[in-house]
């Protein structure tokens, strides 16, 4: 989903970069300083062939041997440093990127739970891959390249100055109009280029989207729809990339016909230089050198344009990601005791100007009870869990823990005394034994023994690799109550004083959920357990009843 379709000003992207650049200067400075030492063995390779020619030419003194063997050292060094470069990038590249890839990453999970909602997750991953590697790209490649090109332009013109001033100010005719030309250039194309990512974040998103929802799909006879859809957004990103293709071709076409009109011009003019005596052959040798160590630098910088552009877009869309609100990063607090947990006059709504999905709720959710939140769907059940683990703040209100030892307000800092089995198949890709492992990294196979019992899980011991079963994408190879019993296991596992299930047993028969809802309050007897259902038999275990409306 496209958030944003305001430009950042260009000081602004500076200054976000500069703020991100510390995991990539090293890269960076090693890459300015290779590009240096190339720019300084070249010139020195463009003065040994000047002179190699006119000692050949017999309008110098020196030995030939001696001067070709130098201009071998200056090649073998040059192709070292290339070799160097290469070897720069593809090591500290990927470091560089993963850095700044795990930093949003970071951002995305730690983030408050209600702002990710705004971006699509295909747009998301879109952004973590692509857009990450473009801005990677940028600070340890593109920068690092144009700060080499401005240096080996200037340090050539001021060579070919030296030598003859009329060819140096032909050469750089064309320098006005490029310069002029780059900054049309660069507002148009920060529009199409934004575009093209937005749309690859679309069909992204359509892929995503289809994959994960195949079943019913299917199931509807939506496929050739799902297609169509995908076609589409395709066809659109094909319109956009033909334009960008044009506009990158007439501006390249225009700006070699200016740098070729000079380069002709100059030649000429040093050819007839050449007829009366007024250089050397060398002179011009050196001249036919210098031409593409000038103009080079400018067609460099124009080739560097469109991915200066695509960078910069990329920044923007990280920039509009970065603005993800953060929750305070707080030291986990571990109250001693039973927990309780008291709602006092809370409301809740999603929106500024939306119905309150909570309103006015109070109660007293006492330490060791055993709560069944009914209601209709869209109640609020799930929101009041969502409150209770501090993912949203109440509107109005206010909801605290307390022990007797005193009392606290919900924070995420209290998040480490629950646990919390939503509803639906949450399962990763990876062995059940990854799984569980979730909820106690220091759980052993006996302790996962015994969670799988109280969950009703006992299968798992007859699959044939039982603990070390894999998985699939969202518990792919287990029925959706074999899934659903492993994550109660794996909440099982995990230490807490209070454990929320929310539509936890909805895949199961009645007879199991009978047997499960025994188990757990017997293993949780001297915790607070809070279970949201539609299901009427669990009012049967429990303590207490609230129905939500």
């Not at 307390?402 to 307000?409: L, N, R």
């Amino acid at each position: 989903m496209r958030i944003n379709n305001k430009q950042y000003p260009i000081k602004k992207i500076v200054s976000w970069l500069w703020a991100h650049h510390k995991a990539c200067r090293t890269q960076a400075f090693l890459n300015v300083l290779i590009g240096l030492l190339l720019v300084i063995f070249g010139l020195l390779g463009v003065d040994t062939i000047r002179s190699l020619t006119d000692i050949a030419t017999n309008t110098q003194e020196g030995d030939i041997m001696w001067t070709a063997i130098a201009l071998g050292f200056i090649y073998l060094t040059e192709m070292l440093l290339h070799i160097a470069q290469t070897w720069i990038s593809a090591v500290l590249g990927v470091r560089t990127q993963n850095q700044t890839q795990r930093f949003f990453f970071q951002r995305l999970l730690k983030g408050k739970w209600n702002g990710i909602e705004k971006f699509h997750s295909g747009d998301v991953l879109n952004r973590l891959f692509g857009d990450v590697g473009d801005i990677v790209n940028l600070m340890t490649e593109v920068l690092p390249t144009a700060i080499i090109i401005l240096v080996q332009f200037v340090a050539s013109f001021i060579y070919l100055y030296l030598m003859d001033r009329t060819l140096a100010y032909i050469i750089i005719i064309a320098l006005p109009l490029f310069i002029a030309f780059s900054r049309f250039y660069l507002k148009k194309m920060r529009r199409i280029v934004r575009a093209i990512k937005d749309s690859n974040s679309s069909i992204q998103s359509i892929i995503q989207e289809s994959i994960q929802h195949k079943m019913v799909i299917k199931v509807l006879g939506r496929e050739n729809r799902m297609i169509n859809r995908l076609e589409q957004r395709q066809s659109l990103l094909h319109r956009q990339i033909k334009s960008r293709a044009r506009f990158s071709i007439l501006s390249k076409s225009l700006i070699n016909i200016g740098f070729t009109g000079a380069y002709l011009t100059a030649l000429t003019f040093g050819l007839f230089q050449l007829k009366d005596g007024l250089i050397t052959v060398g002179v011009l040798m050196a001249f036919t050198q210098l031409v593409s160590r000038i103009q080079r630098p400018m067609l460099d910088a124009a080739r560097l344009l469109p991915i200066f552009v695509n960078s910069m877009t990329s920044c923007e869309r990280l920039m509009e990601l970065e603005k993800l609100p953060m929750e305070e990063d707080v030291s986990p607090i571990t109250l001693k005791g039973n927990i309780g947990i008291r709602f006092s006059d809370v409301s809740y709504s999603y929106s500024e100007k939306g119905r309150a999905v909570i309103h006015h709720f109070t109660h007293d959710f006492k330490p060791g009870s055993f709560t069944a939140i009914l209601g209709s769907t869209g109640a609020g059940k799930t929101t009041l869990i969502r409150l209770i683990l501090s993912l949203i703040t109440p509107t109005e209100g206010k909801g605290e823990a307390y022990t007797s030892e005193g009392t606290i307000a919900l924070s995420p800092a209290l998040r480490n005394n629950f646990s919390y089995i939503p509803q639906g198949n949450t399962l990763f890709s990876g062995s059940i034994r990854d799984n569980l492992l979730l909820g106690n990294p220091h759980a052993t196979s006996n302790d996962m023994r015994q969670a799988l019992h109280i969950a009703m899980a006992d299968f798992v011991f007859d699959l044939p690799d039982g603990l070390d079963t894999k998985c699939a994408e969202q518990g792919g190879g287990l029925s959706e109550g074999q899934a659903q019993r492993i994550a109660i296991a794996r909440a099982i596992l995990h230490p807490c004083k209070v454990l929320l299930l929310d539509e936890a047993t909805s895949a199961l028969d009645i007879e199991t959920e009978k047997m499960l809802l025994k188990n757990i309050k017997q293993h949780f007897q001297d915790s607070t357990i809070i279970f949201v259902t539609h299901r009427l038999a669990v009012v049967d275990y429990t303590d207490d009843t609230i129905t939500l409306t």
